[in-house]
């Protein structure tokens, strides 16, 4: 069942101190209102969950599993012109999938459901450096990590600060934000690994990305969704930044029944999703531009 | 509020964007598994874990429970890699073994005991790590163990509300060596005295490697039921 909501923003071009009023435009609106939509898939924690929970499992008896998460995707596919498929990390790690093959596997079921962006979790470096870039090397999409420095580190240029997608008309920003690996990560899996913060950061790549023009921007994190104390969090965040629209989280492996909405620096609403772990739960979100176009003579100015 | 339609190019404001979304979280169930297209590139590797997961390495005299204060597996667990450590440090060894009850994720079960049981067991890639700790932080580790009514442990025996190490005088030493997990060392299960390490030092083997090499060598699983932990 989907809910509709009307969020996010009203994003007016303003420009010489002149406010357009949204709720007003309809009336002179010249040309044609357009709407374009576009369908964001998700995952994270998926842990190398690649068979499904046994039907007698105490929990989760039967979820998951990773050929029906590609059935549904296709399912998707073809109902629907865009699709993103985006994950938020912590791909490796937690059944002998992982232990026996060091995260192959995953990459190459992760290229062939056809992800588009996935950035890195703390298990992510479990196989140590050069580890991650052995299985990188059977993945066909790019990892995008924003505040780790791998400069001096087998990893560096195996992923990228951010990434732009073109999906029909709409162009997508991501970039993606990763946990303090000191203190969860043992030392010599990080190696010269730089952690920066991920606020600033985060900050820095959305600017970026609507300066490069897109419309919408997206936050890979594995920074967790929430914590009692001052740690940075997906709520912190979005509190603490402008320009995201949407942060995909991971790490705390909470289920949410919902998007959170939250709004950031400048009171815009940003969306937080999470979907547990383990590839129980396959997140989708559809987001509907409604641009109204209209020509430049016919400026609304409300006083 | 006045509304103002303004001529001819003197302010530039090209669009109005407006976004919505719709959302749901889409449980992955049986109801997916119709076509199952991808499953001939996973069954390769399914088929070379099963036949690995299932070789047996070793036979089980009667089945290993994990328990509180004590248990079989408690005591297992914590020997093999206590023991694993012994003639790693330089003029010492270390002075006991700490592992949590929480992690030792199975039982063993009497008979034969698989590669993957050993994986059920300690799925977790956790590193083995010797700990040097201030004397004084014992008693941290002592309040820590009645608060949790007690946690698997080697090399020691905690009575009347205190450790003794059997293998290395206390009196002479200002500070101890801990075996555990880079897990539990970071903190993990609130083992938060760990923070007050002096020194620490990585085995460079997972826990569960020791544990898997113990059980071959062992053959026959060694059954130990010792009572290490005594909360009055």
């Known amino acids: ?303 | 509020m006045t509304l103002l339609i303004c001529g001819a190019g003197l302010l530039a404001c090209s669009s109005v964007n407006t976004l919505t979304f719709e959302n749901v979280q889409i449980p992955i169930t049986k109801e997916y598994e119709q076509f199952n297209s991808i499953d001939s590139l996973i069954s390769p590797y399914r088929s070379e874990l099963n036949k690995e997961m299932l070789e047996i390495i070793a036979v089980a005299p009667k089945g290993f429970d994990k328990g509180k204060p004590n248990g079989a597996l408690n005591n297992w667990s914590t020997d093999v890699i206590y023991n694993s450590q012994l003639d790693k440090m330089d003029n010492s060894i270390p002075s006991f073994c700490l592992l949590n009850w929480g992690g030792l994720r199975n039982s063993i079960s009497k008979g034969d005991v698989t590669l993957g049981d050993i994986f059920k067991l300690m799925p977790f890639d956790n590193e083995i790590v010797i700990v040097e700790l201030p004397m004084p932080s014992l008693g941290k580790i002592e309040e820590y163990l009645i608060s949790r009514n007690g946690e698997p442990i080697a090399g020691a025996f905690l009575k009347q509300g205190k450790i003794s190490f059997l293998n290395v005088p206390k009196e002479s030493h200002s500070s101890f060596f801990v075996v555990t997990s880079d897990y539990l060392m970071n903190g993990g299960d609130n083992m938060n005295f760990f923070e007050d390490r002096i020194s620490t030092t990585y085995a460079g083997e997972l826990l569960r490697d020791v544990m898997i090499f113990a059980a071959e060598k062992q053959g026959t699983l060694i059954w130990n039921n010792e009572q290490r932990i005594i909360i009055e």
């Open chain 1, 1 to 303: 069942m989907m809910n509709r909501r009307n969020f996010v923003r009203n994003s007016v071009i303003v420009s010489g101190g002149v406010l357009c009023a949204p709720s007003l435009v309809g009336q002179v609106t010249l040309a044609k209102p357009k709407t374009t939509k576009l369908t964001i898939l998700h995952t994270n924690d998926t842990h190398s969950n690649i068979d499904p929970f046994p039907e007698n499992h105490s929990k989760y008896p039967g979820k998951g599993g990773v050929a029906r998460r590609f059935e549904l995707i296709q399912k998707v596919r073809k109902e629907e012109d865009s699709v993103l498929l985006l994950d938020a990390g912590d791909i490796f790690q937690g059944t002998p999938y992982f232990n026996k093959f060091g995260g192959v596997l995953e990459m190459k079921l992760m290229s062939k459901l056809g992800y588009d962006v996935a950035t890195m979790g703390n298990h992510d470096f479990d196989g140590g450096l050069e580890g991650f870039v052995k299985a990188r090397q059977f993945a066909d999409f790019p990892f995008v990590c924003s505040n780790y420095d791998f400069k001096n580190t087998p990893i560096d240029g195996h992923t990228q600060s951010s990434t732009i997608i073109q999906k029909g008309e709409v162009k997508v920003g991501v970039f993606g934000v990763g946990v303090e690996m000191k203190g969860l990560v043992p030392d010599v899996k990080y190696g010269e690994s730089v952690y920066n913060n991920p606020i600033d950061i985060a900050n820095d790549r959305a600017a970026e990305l609507k300066r490069q023009g897109c419309d919408l921007v997206i936050c890979l994190s594995h920074l967790g969704y929430e914590y009692k104390s001052d740690k940075v969090s997906d709520k912190v965040l979005a509190q603490k930044t402008k320009n995201i629209h949407l942060i995909i989280g991971g790490h705390t492996h909470t289920f949410l029944e919902k998007p959170t909405e939250e709004k950031n620096l400048i009171g815009e609403t940003v969306l937080i999703n999470q979907v547990g772990w383990a590839g129980i739960n396959v997140g989708r979100i559809d987001f509907e531009f409604d641009q109204k176009i209209f020509a430049k003579r016919d400026v609304i100015i409300v006083e």
